[in-house]
């Protein structure tokens, strides 16, 4: 597992380390410095071939410090490099008052009321070249209030008089103006977006919970990871308080393989039930389609008996596409009670196609009854869409909630209203807050969909599935690909898969699975991109 770090979290990691004389300030500042400069090098090496001219946007705080680190370092290289400084030398913190004085000796540093003036008429006074390299270090991740409008204004200047493709613009630690525990945007006004998107981020240590949520990826660009030289491990150790802090952290998906492996070689006499049996609900004629790929998901995942459950009208439709997956007659609530008497189908799923309304509702009751592990998806979940609290209330531990945003918005409206409105001030409430008190508040585990997907378990573990940057799956958005995540996690749980695992591994595979195909998939392609994934990851 690897945390993702809030602004917090990080400050405590760094103080610890002062604290202990595992680091000085200066010290991280230096690190800092030079991981930028060698991810830009090694991200951009055609850069060392040109006119190697760099503007360096300096803050008033550590972040600041930083760029005059980098500045310095470029200009021992042999750039020519000019900063800017938004704020007074003199209030300068210590180290990077510091690292001010020390890039004094080696090149200008223009003053914020030339600035904009610069901007307008060429970097530097005497219109020099322009830049090949823009670097925003004017913030970092501890931002808390909006750009101020005339900071807001600058940077939006030079997005014009340096657009993406004439420089390459690279961020120390976080775009100016975006929140590090969010992703959302702190900008002036009725503005929604950052005046400066970047091509690469260079975050320090760890990635923030800013890097992957929301706009993140997109204001961010690329996004690399420079060692300062923490050994969170040792700090971890020698300090309780820190221990607890980090206890908190939210981690990255990855894959288990080992929770894919009961049986195998290791027990020959495996029989099919010992991988649990599945049971997918499905809606009536003309709709059974997304609960068949719910179920293909859930058989291909590894479910060692999967069945579709039908109303009597479909059974002849669900028949002529199924071949592995089995059937049953199920007109409605008191059918799948008695469906269900047949102790070996552990894991449910119902929602995909199944129909908006009383009926839904009425299984849906039945399925919570029966204390099953169960995956909530799609009509089960917009059936309930002004009577949330009544679902609320037969929910339990074993019970999965997979919405996309607008079946959040329907069982969650004021949660929704707190996520969407304009972020005045830092942290933000985020995308993890968010699924965070939506699990707290319907008692089972909620995975709220999107490119940074959130699975937040009710007093337990939060984690982020993120298709975003190396791992960008734009071709998932595409009709019944949820539907098969769905069917995926329901298989997991039929083979035992703790609940919230579960939903995490089926959501990272369900990115591999798309990664692999590529532009032109459709949901049907997904299960079958499975066992190549599988074969990858050592199943």
């Avoid at 539907?483 to 089926?506: H, K």
Wanted: hydrophobic content about 45%; overall charge negative; charged content about 20%.
């Amino acid at each position: 597992m690897t945390e993702l770090l809030t602004s917090a979290q990080m400050r405590a990691i760094e103080q610890t380390a002062f604290d202990l004389g595992a680091a000085t300030g200066a010290e991280l500042m230096e690190r800092a410095g030079q991981g930028v400069v060698e991810a830009i090098l090694a991200s951009f090496p055609d850069l060392e071939h040109g006119s190697r001219r760099a503007v360096i946007l300096c803050g008033p705080g550590n972040n600041g410090g930083d760029g005059f680190v980098v500045a310095r370092l470029l200009k021992e290289r042999g750039w020519t490099a000019e900063c800017f400084l938004y704020g007074e030398a003199d209030r300068l913190p210590p180290d990077a008052r510091a690292n001010f004085e020390r890039w004094s000796v080696l090149g200008p540093t223009t003053d914020f009321n030339d600035w904009r003036f610069a901007l307008r008429y060429g970097v530097g006074s005497n219109g020099a070249e322009a830049p090949t390299l823009v670097i925003d270090a004017l913030f970092g991740t501890g931002l808390v209030r909006p750009l101020a409008d005339d900071l807001d204004r600058a940077l939006r200047e030079l997005d014009a008089a340096f657009p993406k493709g004439t420089a390459k613009r690279v961020a120390v630690d976080a775009p100016s103006g975006l929140c590090m525990d969010s992703g959302r945007p702190l900008v002036p006004g009725a503005k929604v977006e950052l005046p400066l998107k970047q091509d690469m981020t260079v975050s320090f240590h760890r990635l923030k919970l800013g890097h992957v949520l929301s706009e993140g990826p997109e204001s961010c660009g690329a996004v690399r990871v420079a060692d300062i030289g923490l050994d969170q491990a040792a700090l971890r150790a020698a300090r309780s308080e820190l221990r607890e802090t980090l206890g908190a952290a939210v981690t990255r998906a990855i894959p288990r393989a080992y929770e894919l492996r009961k049986g195998g070689e290791d027990a020959p006499g495996v029989h099919k039930y010992d991988y649990g049996h599945a049971l997918v609900v499905s809606g009536g004629p003309g709709h059974t389609g997304a609960a068949r790929l719910a179920a293909r998901g859930a058989l291909r995942i590894g479910a060692g008996l999967v069945t579709v459950a039908a109303p009597g009208s479909a059974m002849t439709e669900c028949a002529s596409h199924l071949t592995a997956i089995m059937l049953a007659r199920c007109n409605g609530a008191s059918d799948l009670g008695a469906i269900l008497g047949d102790e070996r189908l552990n894991a449910l799923c119902l929602g995909p196609g199944l129909g908006v309304g009383s009926a839904t509702r009425d299984m849906v009751m039945t399925a919570l009854g029966s204390r099953r592990c169960c995956v909530l998806d799609a009509d089960a979940l917009t059936s309930f869409a002004g009577s949330a609290p009544s679902l609320f209330a037969h929910l339990h531990s074993r019970v999965i909630l997979t919405p996309h945003t607008g079946e959040f918005a329907r069982l969650f409206p004021d949660i929704w209203a707190k996520l969407t409105d304009p972020a005045t001030r830092g942290p933000a409430y985020s995308k993890v807050d968010a699924t965070q008190e939506a699990a707290a508040r319907a008692g089972c585990i909620v995975l709220l969909k999107g490119p940074d997907t959130v699975i937040a378990e009710p007093g337990g573990r939060t984690v982020i599935s993120a298709a975003s940057y190396d791992r960008a799956a734009p071709w998932l958005a595409t009709a019944g690909a949820g539907d098969v995540l769905s069917g995926m996690i329901t298989g997991l749980l039929a083979r035992g898969v703790w609940p919230v695992t579960a939903a995490e591994i089926a959501t990272w595979l369900h990115v591999e699975a798309a990664r692999r195909f590529g532009p032109g998939l459709i949901a049907a392609d997904l299960p079958d991109l499975l066992p190549a994934v599988f074969r990858e990851i050592g199943v």
